[in-house]
């Protein structure tokens, strides 16, 4: 079984930062891809980002690229979403999502976290 638990979500002003985590426990973290995604309310699930096993390969969404980056540290089980420049219309709830195949992230990926909350005021 494989455990996912985000963190770093929270209140921030049109402009600022938030850097997420996302720690993994249960299996060899570097067995899977990784990917991030958001849920605004009244709307669907929405892809952001997403990373190969190893980190040398990632994906970011175009409603995203250029403010967020995706990243990963294998020794320490954990996935991370770095946000910049948040704006508004960032306001979710954050997942992270887990699966041995990095062609999952665009499907449904076999495993996640319970979420974040990112709230970015005008």
């Known amino acids: 079984q494989v455990q996912l638990v985000e963190s770093g979500g929270g209140l921030v002003q049109a402009g600022g930062s938030l850097r997420l985590s996302c720690a993994v426990s249960?299996?060899?973290?570097?067995?899977?891809?990784m990917g991030w995604f958001r849920q605004a309310p009244e709307k669907e699930r929405e892809f952001v980002a997403a990373?190969?096993?190893?980190?040398?390969?990632?994906y970011i969404s175009n409603s995203v690229k250029g403010r967020f980056t995706i990243s990963r540290d294998n020794a320490e089980n954990t996935v991370y979403l770095q946000m910049n420049s948040l704006k508004p219309e960032d306001t979710a709830v954050y997942y992270c999502?887990?699966?041995?195949?990095?062609?999952?992230?665009?499907?449904?990926?076999?495993?996640w976290g319970q979420g974040t909350q990112v709230t970015v005021s005008s």
């Open positions: 990373i190969t096993h190893g980190g040398g390969g990632t």
């Open positions: 249960g299996r060899p973290f570097s067995s899977y891809a």
């Open positions: 999502a887990a699966d041995l195949s990095y062609g999952s992230m665009w499907s449904d990926p076999e495993y």
